[in-house]
């Protein structure tokens, strides 16, 4: 049973449309992550928030944005969809304790602009 | 400029034998090391970690083996089964100082029966 969600898992929509990717974890965990990653190609960090209220751009300059009003909840949001921004976007968090330090990942949206 | 490289896109391995998935890395100050494993459709799933006071990991048939002054991990898979057929992630991070994961492009495994 998956411990983070994402939804939606596919998704074609118009030119010009907004749309919000939501990413859920049970976990607790404080860190959580948005990766890009177009097909063969390495995952690229576009967002990753520390806490509640805290968001920071990863390392990939992205038109979307992110809010983290919630630690189990870290929407991403494009405000206006363009083809360019085809994609699978991948949600991950972390949790820092025991051997594992490494993500845990939701099962990713694939997203086509049209 | 790739900060961790896996050369390979692809391998092909026959069930039974060996895998061995390559990584290669550029900043020395990397500390931590991850492998992922993905299969399509879905997001990747840790598989093995290893920190750099270590230069081996072994978990059931998975070890990795890091090489520091070479840069370089590697990960084997032993005995490979068609179950193992999946794309394998490479990420490292200077983990002590509070960096994120920078992840390799993959190596796509395919285990023939």
């Known amino acids: 049973e998956a411990d983070i969600y994402q939804t939606p898992r596919y998704l074609v929509i118009g030119t010009g449309k907004k749309i919000t990717l939501e990413c859920s974890q049970t976990?607790?965990?404080?860190?959580m992550y948005w990766y890009q990653q177009d097909p063969g190609m390495e995952l690229h960090l576009i967002h990753y928030s520390y806490g509640v209220n805290s968001t920071e751009k990863g390392d990939l300059s992205s038109e979307s944005t992110v809010s983290r009003i919630r630690t189990e909840h870290f929407p991403l949001t494009l405000e206006s969809a363009r083809p360019s921004h085809t994609s699978q976007y991948l949600c991950?968090?972390?949790?820092?304790?025991?051997?594992?330090?490494?993500?845990?990942f939701g099962s990713g949206t694939r997203l086509t602009v049209v | 400029d790739q900060q961790v490289k896996q050369n390979s896109p692809s391998l092909s391995v026959q069930e039974g034998r060996i895998s061995i998935l390559n990584c290669d890395y550029t900043n020395s100050m990397f500390d931590y090391f991850l492998w992922y494993k993905k299969y399509p459709a879905e997001g990747p799933t840790f598989l093995i970690s290893?920190?750099?006071?270590?230069d081996k990991n072994e978990d059931g048939r998975f070890t990795v083996f890091l090489n520091k002054s070479a840069k370089h991990l590697s990960l084997h898979i032993v005995p490979s089964q068609p179950g193992d057929s999946a794309v394998y992630f490479c990420?490292?991070?200077?983990?002590?100082?509070?960096?994120?994961?920078?992840f390799g492009p993959g190596t796509r495994l395919s285990v023939l029966p």
């Open positions: 990420a490292a991070s200077r983990y002590n100082y509070g960096q994120n994961f920078v």
């Open positions: 976990m607790g965990h404080d860190k």
């Open positions: 991950a968090s972390r949790k820092e304790t025991g051997q594992n330090y490494g993500y845990t």
């Open positions: 290893i920190s750099s006071i270590k």
